[in-house]
């Protein structure tokens, strides 16, 4: 995509983070809007920010774990604006905690928000984006599409595949016109980690150290610059580069990195048996005496 200014961008995840920052800097280009959240409030707030920019905003409510309302959403989307020329998926949630306790359930509230969605709505759109000139998708990908740690299989598995979709549609499509981009931030510090599921009672997915993370503009920035050079891949952040390029040159030092904190977690669980041993045994002395 050569140019923003006068292109219409349909943008899921809008209202808060790296959504809420896409959405300033396509404005800022000169890009029109169709902005879908599931925060009504947020959703608001942000339409009414964008308002005196020069371009037109219309914004909906959606559940993107909502099949039915995914396609009203997309159909209402065509006949308000006339036409997509940007999708952008950009919506995600995630789930911490270990695997072996996560509910079939939250594996499907996660995948459909994460994977299904992205496709569905692609699917809809792809017929319409290739009469289009010049079109172009963006999936939100993460690192967590390239790279794997514990306590996030359902986050990696939907973003391993959302990176395999991508690629997908770039190798088909390209061909055809279609820009295609996977963004592949490190971590950002939005509401992902507050909105996310923990599997552990009264705890909160643990935020990653500030030092480590991107801002919801850097990566706003780096997907306006991949969208322009149409790029493949976009990586943001040294943590996310250093990663991407050992996956490829080292990954045994990650399976040394995942087996090295498995083994400290092991040390702990040892240590935390030793001891409800030995106030078991006190209990017993305490019982005889």
Same mark, same amino acid.
């Given at each position: 995509m050569k140019t923003l200014a006068g292109r219409t961008a349909f943008l899921t995840g809008a209202a808060a983070g790296i959504g809420r920052a896409l959405a300033r800097a396509l404005a800022a280009a000169g890009c029109h809007l169709f902005l879908v959240d599931r925060d009504a409030d947020g959703l608001q707030r942000l339409q009414d920010e964008l308002s005196g920019s020069g371009v037109t905003v219309r914004?909906?409510?959606c559940d993107l774990a909502d099949a039915v309302s995914v396609d009203r959403v997309v159909m209402r989307a065509l006949e308000q604006t006339g036409g997509i020329d940007l999708l952008i998926n950009n919506a995600g949630v995630c789930c911490y905690g270990p695997t072996d306790q996560m509910t079939q359930a939250q594996w499907d509230w996660l995948m459909s928000i994460n994977l299904l969605s992205p496709i569905r709505i692609t699917q809809a759109l792809?017929?319409? $984006? $290739? $009469?289009?000139?010049?079109?172009?998708? #963006?999936?939100?990908?993460?690192?967590?599409?390239? #790279? &794997?740690?514990?306590?996030? &299989? &359902?986050?990696? *598995?939907?973003?391993f595949g959302l990176v395999g979709y991508t690629e997908a549609l770039r190798a088909e499509y390209?061909?055809?016109? #279609?820009? #295609? *981009? &996977?963004?592949?931030?490190?971590?950002v510090r939005t509401n992902l980690y507050d909105s996310g599921q923990s599997l552990r009672d009264g705890t909160r997915v643990p935020l990653p150290p500030a030092w480590l993370c991107a801002t919801a503009e850097q990566v706003a920035a780096a997907t306006v610059r991949g969208i322009l050079g149409d790029r493949r891949r976009v990586l943001v952040t040294p943590m996310a580069h250093g990663l991407s390029m050992l996956s490829r040159l080292a990954p045994w030092l990650i399976d040394f990195a995942n087996r090295f904190s498995r083994n400290g977690r092991r040390?702990? $669980? +040892? @240590?935390?048996?030793? +001891?409800?041993?030995? @106030?078991a045994e006190q209990q017993e002395i305490r019982k005889a005496g």
């Open positions: 914004s909906v409510v792809l017929p319409h $984006l $290739l $009469l289009r000139e010049d079109p172009h998708i #963006v999936n939100m990908c993460s690192i967590s599409g390239l #790279v &794997a740690g514990g306590r996030l &299989a &359902a986050y990696h *598995t939907s973003k390209g061909r055809r016109g #279609v820009g #295609v *981009t &996977a963004i592949c931030p490190g971590p040390r702990r $669980l +040892e @240590q935390v048996r030793a +001891e409800q041993r030995r @106030q």
